[in-house]
């Protein structure tokens, strides 16, 4: 197995445990998950939800989310920096594609390639990631 194939098997199979950590947030409309990863090792993970401390519900009565929920790669990112981690270099696998505000944060963390499974109905995230030389990779299938 060249090194290009090895690379793929472990974006599929990150991207997988990036689905099943997805399984953790308590919001209705969308469950999303996140892994960090830099040198084969998960530094990070995330899901979104709500800040530490507040309710675990996501939406209002009118199933609209509510404006303070984090998404889950902010929450990994936020993680890794809180127990003074680096992800300077890292690649982060995300079951979706992230939005315009995420992909600040992914630029200015560091992190050089994005592995994600749904493409988001908005791509500008994706656009700006591309545009700072950020690495962004669509897996559709990865079961």
Known sequence: M???EKQSLLDKRYLRMARIWSENSYCQRRK???LLVKDQMIISDGYNGTP???ENVCEDENGVTKPYVLHAEANAITKVARIGNSSEGSTLYITASPCLECSKLIIQAGIKRVVYNDLYRIQDGLEILRRAGVEC???AEID
Do not use: M, P, T, Y
């Open 2 to 4: 060249n090194s290009q």
């Open 32 to 34: 999303v998950g996140a």
């Open 52 to 54: 530490a401390g507040f």
């Open 137 to 139: 990779i669509h897996i």
